[in-house]
Every structure is written in structure tokens, then in C-alpha cells.
């Protein structure tokens, strides 16, 4: 069962409607399911919030400490409530899926994905759960880091915020631990919507 959820990103204005800030949206849309408002939380270096949800109690929690030091947040609440790695759910953006999908998994690398490495060192596992939010790839490596720092575009946003809302409707089974469930609810995605068919031409007169 999962008992903190965290969502990875970069604090403050300027990175709040970025790509890579995809996992923060996340909790956002968890946290007004569950009537939840994040707080600071200095002991956390992050915002955080507490709440039941089918009598287990569960946390929710942005790190504040920008991306590459997102696992000082997490160990550090972790720790204290004695919440094993397998009880840790973390939703953040990934390059290698399509927008409008997200994919649930447990263990693996990081794969690159600099808050999820500082989270394997600072857990000692890489044992969590991750829920990765697609976001596209810009096609070449050199433009990765413009990306992901970048606004999506209007359709790109659609479907990563309906890939959330899809996403947070497994909340239920995830606190349950029922994953295979929750696995089969978050990855069915919608299908995408037909292009609507070209207009003939006229024949050329002749």
C-alpha cells in the first residue's frame, strides 16, 4: 500500500506551468480530491499535507529543495513516520512516454531523471513506486533541458492534465495496494481523436 505520495518539480513562478513540473500538478489535483491543502513544512523541506483515506493515514508532499535534491524532502518524512520505500509513490515527468499517457512501476533506474536520482541516494532503494507523466521528447538529447523547462503547448496540456485526472481516480486502489488494478485503471488512456477527413479538391477544369 502507499502511504506518501510526492510529486517532483522546481518551486516558485517561474517553473510552475513547465514540463517538468508535471508531478506537482499531480499532487495539486490529489490534494483537491482529497480537500486537502499543502503547508509548509521545514522539518520536510517540502509542502506537505496529512489525511486518512480508508482509515490508513497517508501523506502527500512537494520537495521545495528544486529538483536535483528531491530526495532530502522525501528520506527526511520518510524516515520519520517509518515509511518504507515500497510505501513511496513518486509522480514526475518522463521524457519517453507521450503526452496523455502515464505509466505505473515499481523499481528500476532513474534513468537519467535527476530527482529520482538524489531520491535512490537518499532512500538507499530504488524500491518505490513511480508514476511517470508523459510529456513528449523534443527528438534530440541537446534540447531535453529546454523542454522540460519550457510551458507545454495547448494540446500537449490537455492530455497530460486528462492523463492526471485518470491517474488520480486510482487513489483507492493504491492506498489499497491493489497495483494490478491501479495499473490497468491509469494506463488505459484515451484514444486520440480522429483528424477530421481533408476536403477534396476540385478536379482542374479543363
Known amino acids: 500500500m502507499i502511504k506518501l505520495f510526492v510529486g517532483l518539480g522546481n518551486p516558485g513562478p517561474d517553473y510552475e506551468q513547465t514540463r517538468h513540473n508535471a508531478g506537482f500538478w499531480w499532487i495539486d489535483a490529489l490534494a483537491r480530491e482529497l480537500k486537502v491543502t499543502l503547508v509548509p513544512e521545514k522539518s520536510y523541506w517540502g509542502l506537505a499535507a496529512r489525511t486518512q483515506v480508508q482509515g490508513q493515514t497517508v501523506w502527500l508532499l512537494e520537495p521545495q529543495t528544486f529538483m536535483n535534491l528531491s530526495g532530502k524532502s522525501v528520506a527526511s518524512l520518510a524516515r520519520f513516520f517509518k515509511i518504507a520505500p515500497?510505501?513511496?509513490?513518486?509522480?514526475?515527468?518522463?521524457?519517453?512516454?507521450?503526452?496523455?499517457?502515464?505509466?505505473?512501476?515499481?523499481?528500476?533506474?532513474?534513468?537519467?531523471?535527476?530527482?529520482?536520482?538524489?531520491?535512490?541516494?537518499?532512500?538507499?532503494?530504488?524500491?518505490?513506486?513511480?508514476?511517470?507523466?508523459?510529456?513528449?521528447?523534443p527528438g534530440a538529447k541537446d534540447q531535453?533541458?529546454?523542454?522540460?523547462?519550457?510551458?507545454?503547448?495547448?494540446?500537449?496540456?490537455?492530455?497530460?492534465?486528462?492523463?492526471?485526472?485518470?491517474?488520480?481516480?486510482?487513489?483507492?486502489?493504491?492506498?489499497?495496494?491493489?497495483?494490478?488494478?491501479a495499473m490497468m485503471q491509469i494506463h488505459t488512456s484515451k484514444p486520440p481523436r480522429p483528424k477530421p477527413p481533408r476536403p477534396e479538391l476540385p478536379a482542374p477544369q479543363a
Open 144 to 181: 531535453v533541458l529546454g523542454w522540460v523547462l519550457k510551458k507545454p503547448s495547448r494540446e500537449h496540456q490537455d492530455a497530460i492534465d486528462e492523463a492526471i485526472e485518470r491517474s488520480v481516480r486510482a487513489l483507492p486502489l493504491l492506498v489499497a495496494g491493489d497495483f494490478t488494478q
Open 86 to 137: 515500497s510505501e513511496v509513490l513518486v509522480a514526475h515527468d518522463e521524457l519517453d512516454i507521450v503526452p496523455g499517457q502515464a505509466k505505473l512501476k515499481q523499481g528500476g533506474s532513474h534513468a537519467g531523471h535527476n530527482g529520482l536520482r538524489d531520491i535512490h541516494a537518499q532512500l538507499g532503494s530504488a524500491d518505490y513506486w513511480r508514476l511517470r507523466l508523459g510529456i513528449g521528447h
